[in-house]
């Protein structure tokens, strides 16, 4: 169930995106049917997309994430070619969440306080907080590592992150963050 010749940056290269709507279907799927494979399917497909997802932390050798002490656990890479991390993860936090609750998997309750904590800490919390845009703007690269390094300062220093506001980027995490509030609130009404 890899996910090949995806986006034009990983043609003929497995893909985090894949997984991540693979995922979201096996929740939807279970929710409607309560046919446990569905379950079984979407625990499954989390270990895979944990292959994906740094549970430590990295070095960090650049600015701005060496300044901030930003830290790589629980971001996912991109793919297997594009050495770096990027928040589309965060939008399965809802479905971390769901899956614990129903199987009781400890990894999984890790992998999603990971998760959680990584959205928080990668996004302007105020104005140039990443040397570059608002409070609230947040880019779609983190490079934990000197693989794709494409960003400059003016000096002509390495970036650890593109300057860039990606909203697609932010709305991840937000709508990771909104399942969670969404849930809550169904809950209480029960």
């Known amino acids: 169930m890899e996910c090949y010749g995806g986006p034009l940056d990983t043609s003929k290269s497995p893909d985090n ?18 046919k446990p494979q569905y379950l079984k399917h979407m625990q499954f497909a989390l270990y895979q997309e944990f292959s994906y997802k ?16 930003w830290c790589s656990c629980g971001g996912s890479i991109t ?3 594009n050495p770096h991390i990027h928040p589309m993860s965060s939008s399965i936090l809802d479905e971390l969440i769901f899956c614990y609750q129903q199987t009781g998997d400890q990894y999984i309750l890790d992998r999603y306080h990971d998760t959680l904590n990584w959205g928080k800490q990668s ?12 409070t609230g703007w947040m880019s779609e690269r983190f490079c934990y590592s000197q693989g794709l390094l494409t960003q400059y300062y003016p000096d ?33 009404s029960k």
């Open 17 to 34: 995106e894949g997984i991540l709507a693979f995922i979201r279907l096996d929740h939807l799927m279970y929710l409607l049917t309560q």
């Open 54 to 69: 740094y549970c430590y932390n990295s070095p960090i050798k650049y600015n701005p994430l060496k300044k901030l002490h």
């Open 79 to 81: 793919s297997v070619c």
């Open 123 to 134: 996004y302007n919390r105020q104005p140039r907080e990443f040397d570059f845009g608002k």
């Open 156 to 188: 002509h220093t390495p970036a650890s992150t593109w300057f860039n506001l990606l909203p697609w980027a932010a709305a991840s995490v937000i709508d990771g963050y909104t399942g969670l509030v969404w849930d809550q609130e169904v809950q209480k």
